[in-house]
């Protein structure tokens, strides 16, 4: 075995700046004091990913839906980009083996968000009308009745038996867990509206956010249970498919507001955009791109 200790300082970074896979990079990084201490944050971030990125890049790639107009896509969307370079930076982002500059500039296209304008409204007035309606659709969810197939009203409980390789499923205080994920996100955002509601990036996610997660709770657990009865709230996709959806959009939002705070902390200061609609972004990697939003179909 080879003993590290008598690897001169100079190979020991040119090793690592031939190391294509970030998990590798990582384990060499972490094989001795050594590494550790020549391999800075600073020159590891040259090659790959630091882990906030790492983490950063896999919610917005878990939160993308293939389409401009949803999820994490939808952010950038209403931040000013056009509709085909978003799809292009996810493209890039989640092609098989991307070369990790391609994590890298979409990180930075959302980051960049930071200081741009936006096209229609100021960013407190998005902010300001999204949480107004999330206000009022959970107040709407709260007045639902609740059905499902294993649930039950009376008690409050969902008791599903195993059915073929599905394991049993009980779930206690179902409304109540229903209205504290919706309530939880909503307490989330709330006291961070004073300090980041005039932030493009800050305000492009609320609406994003908000958006998927009305879209999510619409489409899979309101049905009409009779013909001419009122809508009401299907614990069988919430338990299944709803709750995690909305974590999922949950998490979009921290890793929104954490991109947020980071900015701040960094005391830049903004670069105006041209125009309303016209945005050079601020990104070297950019530098030869403008970016204008126009109305397309997914």
């Known amino acids: ?70 999820g994490s896509g939808l952010v950038l969307l209403e931040g000013g980009l056009t509709h085909k370079l978003t ?17 890298k500039r979409l990180i930075e296209a959302f980051e960049a968000l930071h200081d741009m304008k936006m096209r229609d409204r100021t960013p407190k007035q998005f902010t300001n009308l999204t949480t107004h309606r999330m206000t009022r659709f959970l107040t709407e969810v709260k ?19 195993r059915i073929g390789p599905f394991e049993p499923v009980y779930h206690k205080k179902c409304r109540d867990d229903v209205v504290a994920v919706l309530q939880s996100l909503q307490d989330y955002v709330e006291p961070r509206m004073e300090r980041f509601r005039d932030t493009t990036l800050f305000a492009a996610g609320v609406v994003a ?3 998927a997660v009305s879209s999510c709770l619409q489409k899979r657990c309101y049905f009409i249970p009779a013909a ?13 498919h709803g709750r995690a959806e909305v974590m999922k959009w949950f998490r979009l939002m921290k890793v929104i507001c954490m991109m947020v705070e980071d900015r701040a902390s960094q005391k830049h200061v903004p670069q105006p955009a041209a125009t309303v609609t ?4 601020l990104s070297e990697s950019y530098a030869s791109n403008t970016w204008h939003r126009r109305e397309s179909p997914c």
């Open 143 to 161: 007045e639902l009745p609740f059905y499902g197939k294993f649930y039950r009203q009376r008690t409050d409980i969902y008791n599903a038996p």
């Open 209 to 211: 956010v908000f958006s």
């Open 87 to 103: 799809k292009q930076l996810f493209h890039d982002a989640m092609a098989e083996n991307p070369p990790f500059e391609a994590g």
């Open 278 to 281: 016209h945005v050079e972004v």
């Open 1 to 70: 075995m080879t003993d590290l200790t008598n690897i001169p300082h100079e190979l020991r970074i040119e090793i690592f700046e031939n190391i294509s896979d970030r998990q590798d990079a990582l384990n060499f990084r972490s094989l001795d004091k050594t590494n550790q201490t020549l391999i800075t944050d600073t020159v590891f971030a040259r090659h790959h990913l630091l882990p906030k990125q790492h983490y950063i890049l896999k919610v917005l790639i878990e939160t993308y839906k293939g389409c401009a107009r949803t």
């Open 228 to 240: 001419g009865s009122a809508v009401a709230f299907k614990m069988d996709n919430w338990i299944h």
